[in-house]
């Protein structure tokens, strides 16, 4: 529960870029301040950053806080395009980039009036739960993780109100105002229906708008099976791009001019030509280099046409569960496709550490507008971190990361410039003959 005294240097400096989209200074500091406090703060609900706020002049409500970040007319609509192009800044001069694309279950067990919240079961979890579900789309590399874009599921009703009109319908209507009535009933199921989008269908929008911008020209795509469609992949290859994807083992394949299943595939390579498994050093993500076996060939799916799949071994002997794989690239080695594939883990590098360091699922606001500019600020303040400025730490404390700078290194240096902003107000006020008390007071009000 460190107070915060004004916005930080590195998150002033960090910040910069984004100057031009907010009207006020005052919401923009609001903004910043917001930021911080998804970094530093233990509680990163709007209520939780704001009860560690230290103003210099009279304190501003909650509600100015509130107002300033969720609902002000900046323009949170391009907050994520100039976010791209900032960040486009740092990729394609440190190797190969790949961008994953993903979704995950953001959790609300207490609050099922926020936007699009759901009580459904979550396959994870193995139990029923109250979530949002969010589709993110995130570049990396060996150094940098960053977050792309960020947009919230809206649940689909079809189903109840599929249920209410079958239960409230009636033979005849005698009067025109009820039939007015059913009428704009049918009319609004009729709208919702064909405004829902399936998570497939968003990515599909995600890949349009990055390809559309054009800030990663050299990026290719890694994605899994629940995300792969004939739509995505004939977007991403009509964009002269290509693209990694995890193939379901119930797949059929055209084998020896027979459709087959690739696990039964698979299981006869392994049993009757194991040899064909050649074993490959592949430099993964995370720059760690493992042994595989892998078989590669070019086949023929229903509707995809001609791709090459992978199928991978990490165990020599071939007994542990084969993995998938499915590339339109036909010239790519197994290697390239392997090392490739290791990028899309990167989403889940996002997902674990936005929920648990930048508050991605700590939402506790209603409204689409609200819960899309948290999503957002949570995205930046994330990448903002990332390239917090700082040097290998020597402190004992840190000897564990052997040398290499750790993103909670990179937080300590943006919780020191917090604290140093405290010492200096705590030593304004004691220079004024403020007591003890006073001075606790103005950092930790009761």
């Known amino acids: ?208 708008q990055l390809e559309q911008e054009g800030h990663f020209p050299a990026a290719h795509y890694a994605f899994d099976n629940g995300v792969l469609t004939v739509e995505l992949a004939r977007m991403i290859e009509h964009k002269g791009k290509h693209w990694v994807s995890e193939l379901e083992c119930s797949r059929h394949i055209l084998w020896r001019s027979q459709w087959r299943r690739i696990d039964a595939v698979a299981a006869e390579l392994r049993e009757n030509a194991p040899q064909s498994f050649r074993p490959l050093q592949v430099h993964c993500r995370n720059g760690e280099t493992k042994t595989f076996w892998a078989f590669t060939k070019t086949v023929r799916l229903r509707r995809y046409g001609r791709k090459r799949i992978v199928i991978v071994h990490e165990q020599e002997d071939l007994t542990d569960p084969p993995r998938f794989l499915l590339t339109d690239a036909l010239h790519w080695e197994s290697g390239r496709i392997i090392e490739t594939w290791s990028f899309r883990w990167s989403a889940e590098l996002f997902h674990a550490f936005g929920k648990q360091g930048t508050g991605l699922e700590s939402a506790q606001v209603r409204t689409e507008e609200a819960v899309n500019r948290h999503l957002r600020l949570s995205c930046v303040a994330q990448s903002l971190l990332q390239r917090a400025p700082v040097v290998a730490s020597s402190v004992e404390k840190f000897a564990f990361a052997q040398g290499q700078i750790t993103l909670g290194q990179r937080c300590r240096v943006i919780a020191r410039e917090v604290f140093h902003a405290l010492l200096q107000t705590a030593q304004r006020l004691f220079t004024d003959g403020r007591s003890c008390e006073q001075v606790l007071e103005v950092l930790m009000p009761v």
Not at 36 to 41: A, C, D, K
Not at 79 to 86: E, G, I, K, S, T
Not at 136 to 152: C, F, K, W, Y
Request: overall charge neutral.
């Open 1 to 208: 529960m460190l107070p915060i005294c004004g916005v930080p240097a590195t998150i002033q400096q960090a910040m910069a870029p984004y100057r031009d989209l907010f009207c006020r200074d005052e919401g923009f500091a609001h903004v910043s301040r917001y930021i911080t406090g998804l970094i530093l703060s233990p509680n990163k609900t709007l209520q939780g950053i704001y009860d560690l706020q230290v103003w210099d002049a009279e304190s501003p409500s909650r509600r100015a806080m509130h107002a300033a970040v969720f609902e002000a007319q900046w323009d949170a609509e391009a907050l994520m395009p100039r976010h791209r192009a900032v960040v486009a800044q740092d990729h394609g001069r440190q190797g190969r980039e790949v961008i994953s694309l993903d979704w995950t279950l953001a959790h609300h067990e207490w609050g099922p009036k926020i936007y699009g919240v759901t009580k459904s079961y979550d396959y994870v979890e193995r139990r029923m739960a109250r979530f949002q579900t969010v589709v993110t789309a995130v570049v990396a590399n060996r150094m940098l993780v960053d977050g792309l874009e960020v947009r919230v599921q809206e649940p689909s009703v079809r189903e109840a109100e599929e249920t209410y009109l079958q239960v409230t319908a009636r033979e005849s209507y005698e009067q025109m105002e009820h039939v007015r009535i059913r009428l704009l009933e049918l009319l609004h199921h009729l709208q919702h229906r064909w405004a829902y989008k399936k998570r497939t269908e968003m990515v599909v929008e995600v890949v349009a």
